[in-house]
């Protein structure tokens, strides 16, 4: 089965996906609303992921006997209307993830690295890339993520590392200063960043478990959650008050420690390893934004469903139209509510869905 | 269809290597053979000397038993099956009711078991397979001495009738996988297969057109070696190339001589040679793409040697590397189909003269020539994928010039998708990296003394996991 995925690979790709893109424009926008408490507001929206994640993960579990995918889930337990609405609503998320996913990287490249390029030009190729790679199965995009894993972990553990002796940790205090109301406020309103674990709602009939279900993905959710903290934590501490100027901090973080041009600047190929953890993010969100696609039309195809691909791949074209800052800000102020049903509410209620499905099926087959 | 001698000399009707002989021993016998394919002492001491006295045989049964110095003597089941012993050299004895017995006849022509040139070690045997399927099966029978050894005999070809022996171990090798090859071997309909490659497009499920699926060795001890991990060993009648099968990825880094050095010294190999194919792949594309748009990257001395050596080259870097690399390509050719006295010169010719030529006209920068060698030099460490891995490093140049570090990146990630999503006989291309198998790690790129290999890899399916019976 080309989506079958080991429940140790799909640890390793959440953790992948857990930094992934989290670096980008995030810390200087959460530094700007909340400043050096910013690194709280992650760590709440961590703690409510968490919760979140342990629901849907015995949801997992439930599942395990009789492999439904998130369509039949939703269609047996709540009709196929409501079941279609959710999947518009995922589509939505997905298509504005990874568009601002990779606006961050077309940003990341044209000032950090001088390539530029027009969004179209930028945007094929990953295209093209993630499209391959959703033919050729998500078992070969876990199977891909778990050959970098190690490396990119170690470009991530590079960049925290490096300007570490530069950094000076009283920035952080004193804790709470920008009213613990506003951090928790923060947290929910930037809820967009996170809640990664979604992805897992489109793989939910191939997940093959073997012993454990929650040790391996609570461990890849605790390392992703503690590096996402730490690296807020320290661009915070490294920049004080202008952290709200450096936009994108992944490429600013190792500024201080790699200054000298004698050297060069090796952390620019660090950083380069950490990318690929975001185009994974990509190619995985488009993936689920196709079996999107896939499930309202209801159009299957055996190897490559065109229509599905077609419509993800005119949503790709938005950043053309509509500017990063207003997508972002319309997602704060319109999306914040309705994502929140299916990041937040749909994974407490999955274990119910899954279960009420279940006895649906059996009474269906008996 | 029935067997009939009318059938067979009307068949073969004009061939100046068509024998006929008349027996009269007792009853009225004809044996037929090929002259080019039988050898005239086995036909005299197995055939005619033991008919020349007997005067008083009626059947073929009777014929069979008189033949008994003939240590292949056997009744075909039908017309095809005494037809294909017929074009193999065995003669066959008719009598007057178109019954027919086979002996084995069968001329040995072809070299002598040597050192294979493509797998030469400095310790371990240094025999290899030849070109005749009989003797390459001895060769594997020599080192496994058990009754589980176990050969399915195959013919593929309409025209070339090649004769295949399908090699297991039974207990180990997992029957389904046997069933599988089996079924794919007699699903080929071609006319001739010439070479055991030939079938390795057949029997690869995914059709690759970029890495190779199937194994294959000259070497018997390794093909052993891979039998007793639970592999099927194919050969093929006329190549001394012998497929083994499922093949698995981290099987390119391995060298026929790692099994017999100290365990230490082939990880350090292994990862060498992984280093270097990684690096001969990525190195051209990034000294490009470092070059044309992230210059900062490369600490500022190296970057003055780089912009001093090449300011006055009239190509752009992506103009200069793709030449260099192509260049190295043309003469790899070259010296491949050249005879070996003339490669060395033209090596020679290559490598000082062109380069230095270039570098000295201002053509090409020095830099870009000596990446350019030392990704293609690295290439050398894996031989069996070098050409396409040298189309690669052009595509992940190309692109890499075009699109900077994205490029590189997303060509990266295209292949690395391309290699996971490899699958077939139950094994994936990747294993034990991707699935991650940490049992199997024992013997991938680092590998642990043989002593401490107690279990058989998980990647290859097999009936039997442990080692140790």
Known sequence: MKNRVSIDQLALMYLLLVTGGKFLTLPSLLA???????????????????VCLCFLLWAIKINDKSKLDIAAILDKSLSKPVSKALMALFFVIFVLRINILLSGCYKMFSVTFDVSTNWLVYVLPIAALAFFAVSRGFNSIARASQIVFGLIVLAVIALFVSPLAEVDFGELLPIGEAGWGKILLNSYTRSFWFSDYIFMYFVLDGIKIKKHVFAPMLVSFGVGAALCILLNGVFVALFGYLAPDFDLAMSKIGVFSAASTANGRWDWLTLSVWLISVFVKVIVFIFCAYKCVEKIVGAHFVKFNWIAAGVVLLTLSLPMFVSTRTLLDTVIKWGVIPFTLVQYLLPLLMPLLTKTAQRKTEVKSE | MKISFDKISRLWLGQDDFR????????????????????????SAFVLQPLAYVENAQSLDEIERKLAAGTGVRKPPNFFAAVEDF????????????????????????????????????????????????????????RLKTPNFKIINLAVGKYTNTAIAV?????????????????????????????????????????????????????????????????????????????TLPYLFVEDMQSPGDYYENSTMTTLSR??????????????????????????????RFLITVLNA??????????????????FDILREANLRMPSAVGISLSLVGAIVLGDAAVQAGLLGAPAVMIGALSGIGLFTMPDNTLILSLLRLAVTFVGGVMGLLGVIISSLAILVYLASMQDFKTPFLAPFSPDIPEDRQDALAQIPVPQMTQRPKSIPNENKSRRG
């Not at chain 2, 019954?99 to 030469?120: K, L, Q, W």
């Not at chain 2, 699926?213 to 070696?225: H, L, N």
């Open chain 2, 310 to 327: 090449s300011e006055a080259i009239p190509f752009s870097p992506l103009t200069e590397m793709l030449l260099v690399l192509i260049v």
């Open chain 2, 271 to 300: 990862f060498l040679r992984f280093v270097s194919v990684i690096a001969s792949v990525l190195l051209p594309a990034l000294y490009v793409c470092l070059q044309v748009y992230n210059y900062q990257i490369i600490p500022l």
């Open chain 2, 20 to 43: 006929v002989r008349e027996l009269n021993c007792g009853a009225n016998f004809k044996a037929v053979c090929l002259d080019t394919m039988c050898d005239d002492a086995k036909v």
């Open chain 2, 167 to 243: 090699c297991y171990i039974e207990g180990i090798a997992d029957k389904r996988v046997v069933d599988d090859a089996v079924q794919r071997i007699q699903n080929v309909k071609t006319d001739g297969v010439l070479d055991s490659s030939y079938l390795a497009r057949y029997l690869d499920g995914n059709k690759t057109f970029l890495f190779r699926r199937i194994g294959s060795t000259e070497k018997p001890d390794i093909a052993v070696g891979k039998m007793l991990e639970g592999r099927l060993a194919i050969i093929v009648d006329g190549s001394p190339m012998v497929l």
């Open chain 2, 87 to 142: 074009t193999n050299g065995y003669t066959l004895i008719f009598d007057g009711e178109d019954n027919c017995i086979s002996v084995d006849t069968r001329t040995v022509i072809g070299r002598s078991i040597a050192e294979p040139p493509t797998s030469m070690v400095m310790r371990g045997p240094r025999e290899g397979f030849v070109e005749d399927v009989k003797v390459n099966v001895t060769l594997l029978r020599k």
């Open chain 1, 32 to 50: 700007g609303d909340v400043g050096h408490d910013s690194w709280l507001s992650v760590l709440f929206s961590f703690v409510w992921d968490g």
